[in-house]
């Protein structure tokens, strides 16, 4: 069974602080993606990330995809209030039939 | 911006009552998904669809449910007899397929509320 486990689960910083959100498994997966989600809301795609060793940056984000795609990275420069939120990361399954197997997710509060 | 539409928003029915979640994909996109999100839980898979059959289902996909996509454009989630602990937000998505990778996009959910 494929399973991700994110760290930490909940980060509470100041507005200006970096951070840095893990999302590790002992399996390995094709790709790997990254989500954010609002409450009552579904799951809205960040990145994705295909290549072994891959860093992707949007604005002040930066996703890194491991050597051996079985783990990954979420860094957040100069965190602000507005990138308070749920982050979820999910990888696609062995099945190849295009499910997702998500992470317990992280939820970040960022203080004024 | 294309959008998953989802409907309703919120539902809740008696338990043993039969519900049916809908859901309109992307208009372009082939794949489609189920999903649920019980309340400070994971997002868990229940079924992907594809050339108008299951192509995975998970454990949770038992008997009592079940998918369709009846006219083209429409793909929905029915629970034969709820029970109490199919209450969760209910997510469909829909995926394309660019060079392999799939981008998903996700509908704001339906929460059910069995009582």
């Known amino acids: 069974t494929q399973l991700l486990e994110q760290s930490p689960q909940f980060l509470s910083i100041q507005e200006g602080e970096n951070l840095t959100v893990y999302c590790n498994s002992s399996?390995?997966?094709?790709?790997l993606q990254w989500y954010r989600q609002e409450p009552g809301e579904g799951p809205v795609l960040l990145v994705t990330?295909?290549?072994?060793?891959e860093v992707k940056k949007l604005k002040r984000l930066t996703f890194q995809f491991g050597d051996a795609r079985k783990d990954s990275s979420l860094h957040i420069t100069a965190a602000q209030p507005g990138d308070t939120g749920l982050y979820l990361c999910?990888?696609?399954?062995?099945?190849?039939?295009?499910?997702?197997?998500f992470g317990q997710g992280t939820t970040l509060q960022v203080k004024p | 911006e294309p959008e998953v539409t989802q409907t309703p928003s919120h539902q809740v029915t008696q338990m043993g009552q039969e519900v049916i979640l809908r859901c309109v994909p992307i208009s372009n996109h082939l794949y489609f998904y189920w999903y649920r999100q019980i309340l400070g839980q994971k997002v868990e898979f229940l079924v992907s669809?594809?050339?108008?059959?299951?192509?995975?289902k998970s454990e949770i996909f038992d008997d009592q449910f079940s998918v369709e996509r009846p006219d083209g454009s429409n793909f929905t989630l029915k629970i034969r007899s709820t029970k109490l602990e199919d209450s969760a937000m209910y997510f469909c998505a829909s995926s394309g397929k660019t060079g392999g990778v799939r981008g998903y996009t996700f509908g704001s959910g339906t929460r059910l509320t069995v009582v």
């Open positions: 999910a990888g696609h399954g062995s099945s190849n039939t295009g499910k997702l197997i």
């Open positions: 990330v295909v290549t072994g060793g």
């Open positions: 669809f594809y050339n108008n059959e299951i192509s995975e």
């Open positions: 399996s390995v997966f094709s790709s």
